[in-house]
């Protein structure tokens, strides 16, 4: 019996093995960032007061592709057909040509529109190799209730793809604005791609979330509040174009509605908040890239919720989100439990945070009793 013949016991291998060596590579990213002075000054805009080394993108990716590695000498991709693996090999060069992006400006503060030209490319290019939405099924026919499909043409299929590419991508680098935020979202969003894919008996595009998923909780251990260390722009643009590109080639070729629905519901969230943070800037004649404290996570801050407690709500909206994907995915009905469980969770933590709020407003604090 080879590892390809258990395709639950390789994506547990890839999760726990990315994990373990992004958090051991991670801190030595992180001595070198030090020794050089690659380091993220504070301002006024931004939540930490320290300078911070934010190359921990370098082990996101290190360990994800240490892991991958890994997995494939044990045979645990031997038996994909060939189309499906030339689908795997664009997903992870895309991927690495964000992160490369990313990096760059990193290192040497790019500006936004030759980000975003860059990013246009790569997405276009992988188009090319057939990373694209190109299919999507419908649920039912408008008459006769039979499944049907609509075949987009080449032109809207490549604008949706880039859009989604890029979008997705932009979503969860605009999430990087506190400790552990935009890693533990990945993470979220990564196993629920994990276990829709397994269920539609995808389990090559499962084993790139799994490890992806392990990377980041490898990652959040130097990350979560107080963070040691960022992951920049080039870790955030690796996970956002790894999540949108594995939401294409694996949940389904031949089920795109369902595999766009789980990413779209489970990263609404920070969609949501980037658009009305574009929005917002354009109304006010201001670049969509002009730096502000727009975002969700500023409004929870400004709403008087502690760092973590914002994150660690976000992480549940997140979570809900997902759960509920699944459950509209038709993967596992258990998870509607899940759903609810959360949904619970997050009214028990805005009931205390305003429960908190009245008793300020009287003039006494949970500490004065």
Known sequence: MTISSRPDLAAVLAFAAAALLTGLIVPLVRRLGLRWGLIDAPDARKQHTTPMVRLGGIGIVAGFALALLLIWALGAFVELPPERDA?????????????????ADDLFALPPLPRLLGQVLVATAVWHQGVRIGTIDLPLAPFGGLPGSI????????LATVIWLVGITNAINWLDGLD?????????????????SYSLNQPAPGLLAAALAGSCLGFLRHNFNPARIFMGDGGSYFLGFALA?????????????VSLLLPLLILSLPLADMSAVIMGRLSQGRSPFYP??????????????????TVVLIYAFTQWLAALALVLANAELRFLWLALATAVLIGVVVACRRSLSQEQSHGCSPDER
Do not use: E, M, N, Q
């Open 87 to 103: 689908l795997i090999w664009t997903t992870l060069a895309g991927s690495l040509c964000f992160f490369v992006i990313g990096l």
């Open 151 to 158: 075949a987009l043409p080449d032109g809207l299929s490549l």
């Open 180 to 196: 552990g935020l935009a890693a533990g979202v990945s993470g979220i969003a990564a196993v629920g791609l994990l276990s829709v």
């Open 245 to 257: 590109a594995i939401s294409i080639v694996g949940p389904a070729k031949g089920l795109t509605s």
């Open 292 to 309: 502000d404290r727009r975002h969700l996570h500023h409004r929870l801050l400004r709403a008087g919720f502690s760092h973590r407690r």
